[in-house]
């Protein structure tokens, strides 16, 4: 993995779930790596189990933020260049999700997600492109499968995620003169924190349409997108299962639509 040896990466939503595996996958790789979140606890655990992967000469360092503040975005992003540099790989991982009925999701519940979803990747990459755009690197945000497939029970998630995928790829041909390579992660369902209290929330519909996916692990995630991050790939799509969803949502839309309604239908038909 000589790609990442002694590059510098800032991961945002470091301290847990796929953020903090892709910081350990590339503090392994060799790469000096700065973590964002906002619970320090968290933050200086997570610091704890990348430094426990990585070579002693490397770079760990972990930065309390509230990313969906762009003011305290400036101040803290500011700070970890100043420490850490410039660095080449930004990875946006910051989320949330609360699925439910659309009739169930108040204005709270929505203009969290909007915040931290959209705001949060906003604010860094307005942060950090005037510095990355002076010697180049990679950004990579991080949607979903609901970022190209909209989803029962996840009207506020999928709006955040589909935009994320138009956000980079407008950015995209911007900053590729600069020699800034922008990347979309759209992991399938993972076994994290996050993915567990969603669980809390979903409805039967909902449940039904993913029963039969497989739960991947954010060390794979993490794998797949170090290896595709050395790629011109504009989607990654870690594992079979969303590589296949992309391909039948593009060319077999109609495929995908009678799938998941059958899968609605079936549920709704029971409540009745």
Request: glycine letters at 8%; aromatic letters at 10%; a positive charge.
């Amino acid at each position: 993995m000589g790609f990442y040896q002694n590059k510098t990466a800032f991961v945002t939503g470091g301290s847990t779930g796929i953020g903090l595996a892709v910081a350990q996958a590339l503090a392994k790789a060799g790469c000096h790596v700065a973590i964002f979140a906002r619970t320090v606890s968290k933050l200086e655990t997570a610091a704890t189990e990348i430094k426990a992967v990585s070579p002693a000469a490397l770079r760990i360092n972990a930065y309390s933020v509230d990313t969906s503040d762009n003011k305290d975005v400036d101040r803290i992003f500011e700070a970890a260049v100043q420490e850490m540099g410039v660095p080449d790989i930004l990875i946006n991982c910051v989320g949330v999700a609360q699925p439910d009925y659309f009739e169930n999701i108040t204005f709270e519940i929505f203009d969290k997600t909007i915040k931290t979803n959209l705001y949060s990747t906003w604010n860094v990459v307005y942060k950090m492109v005037p510095h990355m755009k002076q010697k180049g690197g990679i950004i990579v945000n991080t949607s979903s499968i609901a970022g190209f497939l909209g989803v029962f029970g996840y009207a506020d998630y999928c709006m955040t995620k589909f935009g994320i995928i138009g956000f980079s790829e407008a950015l995209r041909s911007e900053l590729k003169r600069y020699g800034l390579k922008v990347q979309v992660l759209c992991p399938p369902d993972t076994d994290t924190p996050g993915f567990e209290a969603e669980n809390k929330n979903k409805p039967a519909e909902t449940k039904a349409i993913g029963g039969k996916a497989k739960l991947l692990q954010p060390s794979f995630i993490a794998d797949s997108l170090l290896k595709d991050m050395q790629k011109n790939t504009f989607l990654i799509l870690p594992g079979f299962d969303g590589k296949l969803t992309r391909f039948m949502k593009r060319f077999f839309p109609w495929v995908i639509d009678w799938i998941m309604h059958s899968s609605i239908q079936k549920v709704q038909n029971e409540k009745a």
